[in-house]
């Protein structure tokens, strides 16, 4: 079962300043806190550079590159910058949703069979293809994910950060979002709470628009049934999905709104409808260099 809350409407940017925070803010090369979506960065060059576990952080990249996984198409990855909401089009949302996984659970075992099994949890239709060895610093996922009508979508995220109680993947150009999102345990109360996080704005004005027009809800069911597979995994005999979204800037970027270029909605339906005529084309070459 799942139990929506929100969205909710806070303080526009104007009256918190985020917005100035933003458009002074250096590309997102470092993720946020675990527990802090929006917490300012560090002030001092050591915290700058003494991350708390500089082994779970990613080494920095400028571009993603990718090697080929069965069981997704793999495009509309290599050669992308990595995205975070500075560099969006939409209006900034953070989205919680969280499960209480018991007693009997530790946050280190939660995180361990999440990281593990992460492409199970995911609703039929989707695909994620990681590395073999799992969710680790630095990996590139690509993933295929449904959009109706036959069509996948092909994108990626990157593993920005993870160790025994959380990891965080980012978004890389052409994505749905311009983001991350934080998989995260921790004990509470005698108990294990569970909780994904997402800090987001669409990456483009189309993004927007399918964000707006039903978008939105199917990102909060994706990832409410995402955490009741995993809750189920754990044992868990109902597992309970709380959601909360709020708008934290409900003002557009559009100095950003030729991010659509990298569309990846956009170029994957026109890879599936081009895959024939590609098939055919390789088909007519082999003949000829046959004869």
Not at 40 to 56: E, G, K, N, T
Not at 172 to 179: E, L, R, T
Not at 199 to 207: E, G, T, V
Not at 224 to 248: E, I, K, M, W, Y
Request: proline share 7%; net charge positive; charged share 20%.
């Amino acid at each position: 079962m799942t139990d929506t809350t929100g969205p909710d409407k806070v303080a526009t940017a104007d009256e918190i300043g985020l917005s100035a925070r933003e458009a002074a803010a250096p590309p997102p090369e470092v993720a946020p806190p675990r527990d802090a979506a929006l917490a300012a960065p560090p002030h001092s060059a050591s915290q700058r550079a003494l991350p708390r576990d500089a082994a779970s952080w990613a080494r920095k990249v400028d571009r993603l590159e990718v090697d080929h996984r069965s069981g997704v198409r793999g495009t509309n990855v290599a050669g992308r910058r990595l995205t975070g909401p500075v560099q969006g089009f939409g209006k900034m949302w953070q989205k919680t949703y969280r499960m209480d996984a018991g007693a009997q659970i530790t946050p280190e075992q939660a995180i361990a069979t999440w990281r593990e099994h992460f492409p199970e949890f995911w609703p039929k239709g989707n695909r994620f293809a990681g590395a073999l060895t799992g969710i680790n610093p630095g990996d590139v996922a690509l993933l295929d994910l449904s959009i109706g009508g036959g069509v996948k979508l092909s994108t990626g995220v990157f593993v920005l950060y993870a160790d025994a109680e959380s990891f965080t993947l980012m978004t890389p150009q052409g994505h749905m979002f311009a983001g991350w999102i934080t998989f995260s345990a921790e004990r509470e109360g005698g108990t294990t709470t569970v909780q994904a996080q997402v800090l987001m704005r669409a990456n483009d004005p189309l993004y927007e628009i399918a964000m707006t027009l039903g978008g939105h809800r199917k990102e909060d069911k994706f990832w409410a049934a995402t955490l009741t597979a995993l809750g189920r995994r754990l044992g868990l005999p109902d597992p309970r999905v709380q959601t909360r979204s709020t708008c934290v800037d409900s003002k557009r970027q559009w100095r950003h709104s030729r991010n659509v270029w990298h569309n990846s909605m956009v170029r994957s339906v026109l890879q599936t409808i081009s895959a024939p005529l590609v098939g055919l084309s390789r088909l007519a070459r082999g003949v000829k260099s046959q004869a």
